[in-house]
């Protein structure tokens, strides 16, 4: 059999993916809830009709990454229950494609949920307005949502096929996901600032794609390992 | 912020040894069970080789 | 043989630590401005750098693990990640005791090698969970190592990028006097190092005896036919170093 082009391999698996989220809708109905009822529980937890600058920031940021959690979890489990892995392995595609396939899943869920929540965080609860802000925001969703999705493919195959799937994934990914957190928090919170005062600092951009590169290099090599069997 | 004067400062940085001494003991007392454990599972093992011995023995003759 | 040289390994130790206390209590001077409560710091940051070279040795054992796929080397990650998370417990504390005094408060947010202290050992202290939820013994060694490996990299990445938040910018704080000593706390510093990394090592290499031991005895215990009565196969969080043949 001819070894597949990796490139076509990469899309048959995200059309996989997407094809069997549409029809059950699963993950992504569950996280756009989840971020909007998140603003609900901080205006109510915080008592404040509206935020700015870093707590605003904050709220956002810390928000969606717990809604990627869900997102973590559901990623592999289709594969780890109905074989998929097993078909997987025992075809002639290369390994790191189906991570390539889970991290750019995980980057399409994040932003449908962004689309949802960002406006909503806008409406909600965010104080200054959010429209001049918007190609700095960019940057700052596109660099996280990289980083939340290298980390969380990586973690979500080590998690999967343990017996405390639901519990290990959150826990393993948390910490390597504070510093995606902090940069991409510290990016946007000046944007946030009701004065216009802060200027966007150089380094977290460069923070944060630094972080990408080096986690998505290691997720590459160490993918393979995961499996094997 | 004007330094902690001795009779103040002192307590906490025996407590800080102490705690680190603490810490280490208490790691070799668990390794000490363990190690305890492991004695009693070998003699009761070496008991187990020596009657099959004497079983042995006694058949052969 | 794990075991040969460790006794001369232990006096060796035990005298370097008990020559660093006396140094760091008797000869080293008071720092002017921190007083007494400085004299913490001769146990807090060689336990913090142990803690953290250890977390990365870790790392790389893991990589000598996956490459060769000898058990011995994921024993040796195991118990070395181990050690490092006992040590890193003995840093948070006396750092807490350390920012109790200096600050009046038992954490402060101010020294970013705790709170970067605090990420990595919530990261590790993952580790043996992992481990005990998988249990075909090679796939829990080799997802191990996949874990070991990261966590190892993550570890100096998370401390540079903790410092560039803008709290940190310009702490007064116990890491960030270390660089410019004068000269006898200096050489306490140094002898302070020096011991707490015999300390690591010959903690390690007495656990990695103590599992040695334990392995050899199981194996003896199976072979003579004894293993049913006694704790029928556990599921083990621990490496076990039986399988593959590979108990000398």
Known sequence: MTRPRSAAVVVALLRAQLRLELRTFESLPAMCLFSVTAFLLFHFGLDVDSLSGNLASGVLWVTLLLAALLAINRVYVADAEQGGFDAFVLSPAERSTLLLAKILVLLIYLVVVELVAVPAFAILLLEPSLWQAMPSMLGAIVLGDLGIAVIGALVGALAVRTQARDLLGPLVSLPLLVPVLLGVARWTAPLFDASRAGAVALRWPLVLALYDAIFGLIAFSLFDFLLED | ?61 | MYGKGLRPLSLITAAAVALTLAAALFWAPNDAYLGFLQKIFYVHVPLAILTLCGFVAAGLMAVAHLRTRDPRWDMRSYVAIHISLIFGVAVLITGSIWARGAWGHWWVWNDPTLVSFLLVMLLYATYQPLRFAIEDPERQARYASVFAITAGAFVPINFAIVRLAPAYVHPRTLSNISGNLPGRMQVVFYLALFAVTLLWITLWRFEMTAKHVAAQLRQLQNLVGEASDEAPARRSAAPSLTHAGSVS
């Open chain 2, 1 to 61: 912020m004007a330094p902690l004067p001795l009779h103040t400062a002192g307590p906490y940085v025996a407590a800080a040894y102490i705690a680190f001494f603490l810490i280490v003991l208490i790691y070799v007392a668990i390794m000490a069970t363990k190690l305890t454990r492991n004695e009693r599972t070998l003699s009761e093992l070496t008991e187990q080789v020596k009657r099959r011995q004497r079983a042995g023995d006694d058949n052969g003759r």
